[in-house]
């Protein structure tokens, strides 16, 4: 069996058939795992008891002739930022180094009522505050396309695990693109819902208006599999949203029925000229197939990622400071109280949150609020109109989903600007609250292209159905 | 931009200690960051409404219920066997009186 192939159509179809059973699909995985994640890095724990465990109830229920949810019994990795009760839950971080997480997010407790096999944790930048997993506290991911090559971030652990064949899909969460990156540089599928879709409850939090779970997956079909499972409102999460949503395998979506805008301030300087020829032929065939392609503006897409650098730090600063080595995680002992805030923060995050945290303070201090933090909300709104006018004539905005292919470590570590620019095409989608997918678009120096469509609010079953009809004319 | 001391006095406020010989490299960083994000003033932002949030939900409330509780009492024991210094069910912490 092709574990990197191996799809939750697939293996739901495998295990019914009793062609393989769970505990033998689990242990083809955490085989894998041992023999390859050595050099990958793609896992900071693995869950292997609780993984088998599960997966023998699904094989029981199977054998009594019982029916199965779609993904029982299927290997999931949970990107380390998420909560598994029982399971460490670090953020790759050393202040949460030996954390373990006292309940389930909502996420997860969806994903065991289907019966689910989570497999293991993966690695990420630090609270997820990164492009290339080169903030984490536990060492980075290698891109399993080019081990010398970034992986992305910050869920590359998880675009890594599927990548690789350690997992038939994993979990993500996406802040400025960090399920999108990722999935883009390793050349699989990546879906940040809208904001609200799915409950953030669990979530070790980042920037509380922008964070978003989703699914990293071998095609669209899965990725809409795992999101019909995870979305929903839930009272643990006042921002999740109740939506009475559509079913995803209702009916495809033909390709002449699509209305495509492509936005002209997405193909400017900064864009390397090999994915832009990519991602320009794509629209051609597209086009050919008889999508309706439209070039449209977003005049204010040149603002996002400045907008973004304030609204991000700000929310992290706040966020970040319940970790004070007293209520969980590392605690320097020491006789005065503000000396062990001191310490203990000092020593536990790395530098990149640490830039973040003091960022977001110096931005909503006294004097700098509305100087910077009240504009940056302005703006922000004058992004998300920018799309609801776009949004009046095409059903989808196709646009590549990074600059670059996956670059090498240490590319872009000394100057911490030039790794946020690697996040300029994501980052407005998560401004606007607003669905977006990557898909794999072929390949420059063997080095995967992700091709990004971002959807209006709550369109997220449509944009999947799209995502589907391109992923198909792509292949 | 950003002077070595306004990186202490912020580093502070945060509540984070510094090395001495990282203050440089924050203060540099941290300015490069804040130049770049000046581009904000070029945009004309006269009767546009802050966004505040993800979503155009407004303060979403539930009833208080103290019969509803999320924590089990495994639960419970589990948060506070999290805690790095407890005495009985308190959270211990130093004092913060001189």
Same mark, same amino acid.
């Given at each position: ?6 799809t ?21 995985? !955490? ?12 896992f ?7 993984? !088998? ?8 229920r ?14 999931? /990795?949970?990107?380390?930022?998420? @909560? ?35 497999? %293991? ?15 984490? %506290? ?8 080019? @081990? ?10 998880? /675009? ?23 999935a ?11 904001? %609200? ?36 409102? +839930?009272?643990? +999460? ?11 395998w209702?009916? #495809?979506?033909?390709?002449?029925e ?22 320009k ?5 597209l ?11 977003? #005049?204010?897409?040149?603002? =996002? ?16 400071a ?19 805030? *001191? ?10 949150a ?5 960022? %977001? ?31 009046? +004539? ?33 980052? #407005? ?6 669905? /977006? ?9 063997? *080095? #995967? ?27 | ?59 979403v ?20 066997? =999290?805690?790095? +210094? ?13």
């Open positions: 069996m092709n574990l990197d192939k191996l939750i159509k697939k293996a739901h179809e495998l295990l019914k058939s009793k062609e393989i059973t769970s505990a033998e699909l689990t242990e083809a995985f !955490l085989k894998n795992i041992k023999e390859k994640d050595g050099d990958i890095h793609a900071l724990s693995l869950t292997e008891e609780q993984a !088998l465990e599960q997966a023998k109830k699904v094989d029981e199977i054998a009594k002739g019982e029916p199965i949810e779609v993904l029982a019994g299927i290997s999931a /990795a949970i990107k380390d930022n998420i @909560l598994i009760r029982g399971a460490k839950a670090t953020a790759a971080s050393k202040i949460l180094e030996n954390y373990i997480a006292p309940y389930d997010a909502t996420v997860i407790k969806k994903l065991k009522e289907e019966e689910a096999v989570f497999i %293991g944790k993966t690695n990420l930048d630090e609270f997820a505050m990164g492009s290339s997993t080169e903030n984490s %506290g536990f060492g980075p991911t290698k891109n399993p396309v080019d @081990l010398e090559r970034v992986p992305g971030g910050s869920s590359g652990g998880s /675009a890594a695990a599927v990548k690789a064949g350690f997992c038939v899909y994993a979990l993500g969460s996406d802040t400025g693109g960090s399920i999108r990156q990722p883009g540089f390793c050349g699989v599928v990546g879906f940040k819902p809208t904001y %609200g879709a799915v409950s953030r409850h669990g979530l070790i939090a980042m920037a509380s208006s922008l964070d978003q779970i989703g699914p990293i997956a071998r095609n669209v079909d899965d990725a809409a599999a795992v999101f019909e499972i995870i979305r929903g409102v +839930d009272e643990l +999460d006042s921002t999740s949203v109740d939506m009475k949503w559509q079913d995803y209702d009916r #495809p979506v033909d390709i002449e699509i209305k495509i805008g492509v936005p002209r301030e997405y193909f400017t300087h900064g864009l390397d000229p090999e994915i832009e020829k990519n991602i032929s794509i629209v051609e065939k086009e050919k197939e008889g999508a309706q392609i439209k070039e449209i503006s977003l #005049p204010y897409s040149d603002f =996002a990622l400045a907008v973004y650098y304030i609204i991000m730090p700000a929310e992290v600063s706040a966020n970040l319940r970790f004070d080595g007293i209520k969980y995680g590392l605690s320097k002992s020491l006789p005065k109280l503000l000396d062990v805030y *001191l310490k203990t923060r000092g020593e536990g995050f790395g530098a990149e640490r830039r973040r945290i003091m960022l %977001g303070t110096y931005i909503l201090s006294a004097g700098y609020y509305d100087a910077y933090y009240t504009r940056a909300q302005k703006v922000r709104r004058l992004i998300k109109k920018d799309f609801d006018f776009a949004f009046k +004539d095409v059903d989808v905005i196709l646009t590549p989903t990074s600059p670059t292919t996956a670059f090498k470590f240490g590319d872009k570590t000394a100057d911490p600007l030039s790794m946020y620019l690697s996040d300029i095409y994501t980052v #407005p989608a998560n401004l606007a609250g607003i669905p /977006a997918i990557s898909l794999p678009s072929g390949e420059i120096d063997g *080095l #995967p292209v992700g091709l990004q469509l971002i959807g209006n609010s709550f369109d997220d079953i449509k944009l999947l159905r799209i995502a589907k009809t391109i992923e198909t004319i792509i292949k | 931009m950003l002077t070595k001391k306004e990186v202490e006095k912020i580093a502070e406020l945060a509540r984070l200690g510094l090395k001495e010989e990282e203050k440089e490299k924050f203060a540099e960083d941290l300015s490069s960051v804040i130049g770049y994000v000046q581009k904000l003033s070029e945009v004309n932002i006269e009767k546009v409404e802050p966004m505040t949030g993800g979503t155009n939900l407004e303060s409330t539930r009833k208080d219920d103290e019969t509803k509780n999320i924590a089990d009492l495994k639960m419970r024991e589990e948060i506070l066997t =999290a805690t790095p +210094d407890r005495q009985d069910d308190y959270f211990k912490v130093p004092s913060i009186l001189e």
